[in-house]
């Protein structure tokens, strides 16, 4: 994993969370279903270990971490919102946008 990226603005890892639900069968006597949520989130890799336990204490199945950094749709300059259900001392905090060059 080289967790660097060949413009160094790019910091953010994107970390991928699954669940599966078993669901009611789509019609009456049918098999069950089931149905998978994904969520999908751009994060600092100076609280990531923490992000990704929280993820997990919150039922998510299945969190993957990306290889490469990735700035995500906000881009290298967005706002960073450091989420307030992670064990870090800037929980619940949001870091400014930079500027952009």
Request: aromatic share 6%; charged share 30%; net charge negative.
């Amino acid at each position: 994993m080289s967790k660097t990226s060949a413009d160094p603005r790019i910091t953010k890892l994107k970390v991928t969370m699954r669940r599966f639900r078993v669901v009611a069968p789509e019609v009456p006597g049918g098999p069950p279903g089931v149905r998978e949520d994904v969520a999908e989130d751009y994060v600092n890799p100076e609280f990531v270990d923490e992000y990704v336990a929280a993820a997990r204490a919150r039922g998510w199945d299945d969190v993957a971490v990306s290889d490469e950094p990735d700035a995500g749709p906000g881009g290298y300059h967005g706002q960073t919102a450091v989420p307030a259900g992670i064990n870090h001392p800037e929980a619940g905090t949001v870091r400014p946008a930079t500027q952009e060059d």
